[in-house]
T-cell receptor, first 111, second 114 residues
């Protein structure tokens, strides 16, 4: 059974800092890995999708990497802003597009 | 990307009653997924709803408790039956994008059972 873990569980940084969120998974037989953002009281917003054959994806200030063989992914956020405050979830896709979610990292960016 | 709406957005229900949650997608999709997010927890897949066939439930979830309908390619409902306080969660539906790679989520239904 796939298990996904995210470290740290919570993180508080001052505005402008670069930060890294970590995601690890136990079964490397995945189709892709997706990073989401969840704001309180709202649904999930897809941030980045990395196919199993890819090593990284970038979107604006966000960069996600994938090391499938070691079961790890990182989400790098450059020059953090207060608007980045949210919970970040990683999810791995197994068969039939089913997602297994990580435990989440709650990020707070302070002024 | 797909645009997904859910109704209701939130509800407070009494123990022992049932609530039906609706999920509407702006395009035709073969698969729709229902997830549950319990307080302070991550998302857990409840079932896959395929049009024209019965839903497929994940371990720990049963049809009697969470009956699902999928009458067409743009709509699905999830019913939470005989509710208890442990059913208090956010329920989200999702659909895969083209090629079944990226997944898109609805805004969720926040259910509180008293």
């Amino acid at each position: 059974k796939q298990e996904v873990t995210q470290i740290p569980a919570a993180l508080s940084v001052p505005e402008g800092e670069n930060l890294v969120l970590n995601c690890s998974f136990t079964d490397s037989a995945i189709y892709n890995l997706q990073w989401f953002r969840q704001d309180p009281g709202k649904g999930l917003t897809s941030l980045l999708l990395i196919q199993s054959s890819q090593r990284e994806q970038t979107s604006g200030r966000l960069n996600a990497s994938l090391d499938k063989s070691s079961g790890r992914s990182t989400l790098y956020i450059a020059a953090s802003q207060p608007g980045d405050s949210a919970t970040y979830l990683c999810a791995v896709a197994g068969t039939a597009s089913k997602l297994t979610f990580g435990t989440g990292t709650r990020l707070q960016v302070t002024l | 990307s797909a645009v997904i709406s859910q109704k209701p957005s939130r509800d407070i229900c009494q123990r022992g009653t049932s609530l039906t949650i609706q999920c509407q997608v702006d395009s035709q999709v073969t698969m729709m997924f229902w997830y549950r997010q319990q307080p302070g927890q991550s998302l857990t897949l409840i079932a896959t709803a395929n049009q024209g066939s019965e839903a497929t439930y994940e371990s720990g979830f049963v049809i009697d408790k969470f009956p699902i309908s999928r009458p067409n390619l743009t709509f699905s409902t999830l019913t939470v039956s005989n509710m208890s306080p442990e059913d208090s969660s956010i329920y989200l539906c999702s659909v895969p994008g083209p090629g079944h790679y990226e997944q898109y989520f609805g805004p969720g239904t926040r259910l509180t059972v008293t």
